[in-house]
């Protein structure tokens, strides 16, 4: 499988996705995140709040969501890999093991958005509810009450919180 390298200004995350389709179609998503991250990590799911979010039937809604959990400057201490590992702490515990093929085919995806050097920023949302679910959803909550130990962030924020977190 041949994979094309994308490099850029930080344009290029929907670039990586779109000359990588099938590559990330079927060995990414359909080999690793479907059968494992699914469950939580999707509308519904325990891990709703967080980051990563695998959207069935959309391998491109799901692409952009990896890219807020990959580390461009260390790709291997990129959440995507580290918390399926074990190596991170994780809810949903270890799901991979090193050197197999599903961590081969993810350490490649990570390998690939990382050299194309795109942001999150740009590749989806950018509005401040996007933002605070990406950012502060897994610590503070959907509705921004706070989870056990952390803020309850609708007293210290008057207006509605993903609104602050915008401006």
């Not at 799911?45 to 692409?63: C, E, H, K, S």
């Not at 959990?69 to 074990?86: E, M």
């Not at 390998?111 to 610590?139: I, K, M, R």
């Amino acid at each position: 499988l041949a994979l094309q390298t994308v490099t850029g200004d930080g344009s290029t995350c929907d670039a990586v996705f779109t000359q990588n389709q099938q590559f990330f179609t079927t060995q990414v998503m359909d080999q690793v995140l479907t059968p494992l991250c699914s469950a939580c990590h999707t509308q519904g799911g325990q891990a709703q709040a967080t980051r990563l979010r695998v959207v069935r039937g959309d391998p491109a809604a799901t692409a952009r969501s990896t890219t807020l959990v990959i580390n461009r400057t260390d790709p291997t201490a990129s959440l995507l890999l580290t918390k399926p590992l074990g190596t991170a702490p994780h809810g949903g515990g270890q799901r991979l093991t090193a050197g197999s093929v599903d961590t081969q085919a993810l350490t490649q995806w990570v390998n690939l958005v990382a050299q194309a050097g795109c942001s999150p920023t740009t590749s989806g949302g950018g509005t401040g509810a996007d933002l605070y679910a990406a950012q502060c959803a897994g610590c503070h909550g959907t509705d921004a009450a706070g989870a056990a130990g952390t803020t309850d962030l609708r007293c210290t924020v008057r207006s509605l919180p993903t609104d602050a977190v915008r401006n």
